[in-house]
């Protein structure tokens, strides 16, 4: 758990980190964003790095180090090369479209979902089933698209729905096929 809160953050060229009342804020080409660290974790920035330390050699505190250090490192990589998750919309008349800051989703239901996009992320819409959401925020990114895939999951027989891109969804035996084969 502690040899990941060892290993110092490398700042690129071009982003800015500051360190002020124990929130690190990094500033970058593609966005800015910050985060509180935990009371157990303490921070230096030096030339053209972050050094995370730890005050305590328990196990908690340990833990704390390493997802405090993971945190820092998503926020330098995000705002140089931002976050992707795709998701694939699968099923007959299933499709979505963007509506000013809203994104319009037609699962099956009586009527439209509409899925307020939120501050920091960017959705494309190519043909109308395959979402691409970006953002600088890995966890905002991740965030969104389980949202979006929680409105119509993949359903286990006949596989509709909303799932992220290569997610493989078993398929069950429906009880038409489960009966003929029983006898």
Do not use: W
Not at 41 to 68: C, N
């Amino acid at each position: 758990m502690s040899r990941v809160g060892r290993k110092p953050v490398v700042v690129p060229q071009g982003v800015q980190a500051t360190l002020q009342n124990n929130v690190v804020t990094v500033k970058g080409p593609k966005g800015t964003l910050s985060f509180s660290l935990p009371k157990l974790v303490k921070a230096v920035i030096e030339k053209e790095k972050i050094v995370l330390t730890r005050g305590a050699e328990d196990r908690f505190s340990k833990s704390q180090h390493g997802m405090a250090r993971n945190m820092v490192q998503n926020m330098v990589q995000g705002v140089t090369t931002p976050f992707v998750k795709e998701l694939d919309i699968q099923g007959v008349g299933y499709r979505a479209e963007l509506k000013g800051k809203n994104l319009q989703l037609s699962l099956g239901f009586s009527h439209a979902v509409l899925y307020p996009i939120p501050e920091g992320i960017q959705i494309q819409v190519t043909n109308q089933t395959r979402l691409h959401i970006q953002g600088c925020s890995r966890q905002l990114v991740g965030q969104t698209a389980s949202e979006i895939r929680g409105l119509k999951p993949p359903e286990p027989y006949q596989g509709k729905g909303i799932r992220y891109l290569n997610e493989v969804v078993k398929k069950k035996v429906g009880k038409a096929a489960a009966g003929a084969a029983g006898g």
